[in-house]
């Protein structure tokens, strides 16, 4: 599957109508973001099964402030509408295909019970 650009106002739809979303806030000005681009897009043809999203920052500006994007690219995962990860920086594609696997591993449900156990 190609990746998708992805606006303010498909957003949260996106997000909350996926299983896995992962979402790259890059701009055309920026060389890292120009760097990860195609490592991005052969990971996008790898996983049919997740929804591989990019939002231009030019563009989106007020999604970018909403999103709190203060470095680009940054690369945000959510999971069941579950922000899971927000990093920024280019991945290598072995770095990548370890974010994936992590993510489609993860258990929202013991995830949540072990924060709740810390925070009691």
């Known amino acids: 599957m190609a990746t998708i650009d992805l606006t303010a106002a498909e ?8 299983d896995i979303v992962l979402v790259d806030f890059w701009a055309a000005w920026c060389g890292p973001c120009r760097m990860f681009a195609p490592v991005y897009d052969s990971a ?9 999203a990019k939002v231009d920052t030019e563009a989106e500006q007020a999604l970018a402030a909403a999103a ?9 995962a959510f999971k069941q509408g579950n922000l899971v990860f927000s990093q920024p920086g280019a991945l290598p594609a072995a770095a990548l295909e370890q974010l994936i696997t992590a993510v489609r591993e993860l258990d929202l449900e013991k995830a949540r019970a072990e924060a709740e156990q810390r925070s009691a």
């Open 11 to 18: 957003f949260d739809k996106t997000i909350t109508g996926n």
């Open 44 to 52: 996008s043809q790898n996983h049919s099964d997740i929804v591989f």
């Open 68 to 76: 709190r994007i203060t470095s680009i690219p940054t690369l945000m």
